[in-house]
Structure formats: C-alpha cells, structure tokens
C-alpha cells in the first residue's frame, strides 16, 4: 500500500448476518443479513478512503500471469482528477503514455476529484436474473486495463463487490438502503446507492432536481429522501420505510461523525 494511504484506509468487507451487536441509536437504518450491512462500516469509519469488496473475490492475473493489484488500482484512480465534464477518447488522460486528444479544452484538463473508483471482475458477470437464466455458463474471462470517467448526469448500475470512494466527499451518500432480513426487497443494495432499485423508477432519478441551498452531501440526500417520499412512495409502501430510513441514515451518521464548526442536518451546530 502507497505510504501516503496507509492511515487514511478502511478495509470493509461484509459479511451476511445479524447485526444483533449494534445497540446505537438510529439502528434502524441498518440492514440485516444482507450486504447492505457495509454501510455499517462506512459510517463508524474515521478514514478518508474505503475499499470494499465481497468475501468470494480472489486475486485475478492479467493476461502475462502477474496477479492484479486491485487495491493499488483504486488507490490510483482515486489520487488522480476525473474528467466528467467532457469525454477524453484516449480514456484516462493522467496515465502514462496518454495525454488529452486534440481539441479537448484546456480549462478543463485539471479535472475534478475523484469520489468513487469502481472496479470490476472476471469470471460470472454481474448480470440481473433473467440475464443469467438464459446465459448460464456464460463467463467473463477477457481482462481489460483501462480507466475511464463515468460523464457528469449519467445514471450506472454501481456494484459493491469491489468498489474504493473518497469518504469526505461522498459519505453520507453511500447509503445501500433497507435490504435483506425482514425488507420485501434484497440484493439491489449497491444498485440504490449508484441509481435505482429497478427499472420502473429510471425516470424519478432522470427527474430528481437539487436546490442550490443543498451544498453539503447530507443537504443532498435529505432532499432526494424527500423526493422519495413524495414521488415513489406512491409505488409502495417499501419507499416510505426507505425515505424514513434515508434521514435516519444521515442523522446516524452526523452523530458519529462530528465536525467542529460543520453544519449537522444542514443546521449550523449549536443553534
């Protein structure tokens, strides 16, 4: 592990059981018997980056037999400046033998910081049921090195197996939802956190909207929780439960998470 990192990183990796130890206040919020519980772990984390990833994954090798460094390749990806606002087409303009492609403006070539580093694998694809009851040998066995930014408004089916963030800039917002034990919905936990929990609800986050008043993440979230409430608990009665779950979320975190002179809740402390 880089120098540089090796006090600013948590390791989670979840395990699918009852969380019967938790006893703080605001529980609730937490899945059981689910991997949604690594959120968990995100919000008592005192780290600025976490890496997380499932129990099942091994170490792949590229194509010359060299075992991948998958935690280097985060830690990379998460050093180095994202471009979302304008598509570079030779993919990571930061790497080495690669440089903006002419025509790319030059006030952006600084990019912006990156929150989120998502990995992939070999192997069984992460495919939706259906997909694999019609393809099930299918394997993925083709490794590709390369990098590339996900375009600022586009919505990602985001995956938990093996994903690194910046803590301090999207925390609060890797909230994997009520899932699992006692939810009538489970396993769609890392896809609520990137965009949606299923296909009939694409257009609420293609509509979602922010005030300018939301600046912090939490304001943020607190907003969509809103929205959830308003326009998909109409759907059923899960996304009530899971906008309830959502403030409970940030009010969980802002209690362990406390920052001198930081506004909790989008209220400035101690007024």
Known sequence: MAPLLKDELDIVIPTIRNLD??????????????????????M?????????IDDDCFVAKDPSGKDIDALAKHIQNLLCPSTPLFFNTLYDPYADGADFVRGYPFSLRE???????????????DYD????????????????DAVMTIPKGTLFPMCGMNLAFDRDL???AMYF????????????DDMWAGWCVKEDIIPFFQAATLSKGCDTVQKCYLSLSHQVREKLGKIDPYFAKLADAMVTWIEAWDTLNPKEGAQANGKPKGK
């Open 111 to 125: 990019g912006v910081p990156t929150a989120v580093s998502h990995g992939l694998w070999l192997n069984i694809p």
């Open 177 to 188: 939802g009520l899932m699992g034990d006692g939810q009538p919905i489970g396993r769609y």
């Open 44 to 52: 008592v984390s005192k780290k600025k980056y976490i890496f997380t």
């Open 21 to 42: 130890f938790l006893e703080m206040p605001r529980s609730s919020c937490i899945s059981f018997k689910d991997s949604a519980c690594r959120c968990f772990g995100y």
């Open 129 to 144: 049921a259906p997909t694999q009851l019609v393809k099930p040998r299918e394997r993925n066995g083709r490794y590709v």
């Open 170 to 172: 999207i925390g609060p």
